[in-house]
């Protein structure tokens, strides 16, 4: 069964850091891209970063350029996004997605319609 699931979110004061992790199954890492995407209230779903499955290159919204990274363990079918820096703008809900449909496609895209399965999501909130 194909499935993604995303933990680590939670509650954190500005400048601070958080490691989202997006445990996934049904498939392995080093065949399809995987995305990060966060929605926050009344916007649209926007990509954050992105891996291909070769892991390299890896593509990331100018916004959290310096201040996200994204990574993966194909041992332990995970994909992690360390944050750090964060400010109230950074608030939403993240999610992880995979380009089901695209294996082994070089190059990963920031774009939410290239993504086929998607995760349930993870609340970041960033507060004072």
């Known amino acids: 069964q194909l499935q993604l699931v995303e933990s680590g979110g939670g509650l954190v004061q500005p400048g601070g850091s958080l490691r989202l992790s997006c445990a996934v199954s049904?498939?392995?890492?080093?065949?399809?891209?995987i995305g990060w995407f966060r929605q926050a209230p009344g916007k649209e779903r926007e990509g954050v970063l992105c891996i291909p499955y070769r892991g390299w290159p890896t593509y990331y919204k100018d916004s959290v350029k310096g201040r996200f990274t994204i990574s993966r363990d194909n041992a332990k079918n995970t994909v992690y996004l360390q944050m750090n820096s964060l400010n109230p703008e950074d608030t939403a809900v993240y999610y992880c997605?995979?380009?089901?449909?695209?294996?082994?496609?070089?190059?990963?895209?920031?774009?939410?319609?290239?993504?086929?399965?998607w995760g349930q999501g993870t609340q970041v909130t960033v507060s004072s």
């Open positions: 997605a995979v380009a089901w449909d695209r294996p082994f496609v070089e190059i990963c895209l920031l774009d939410v319609h290239r993504y086929d399965i």
């Open positions: 049904g498939f392995t890492l080093d065949s399809y891209n």
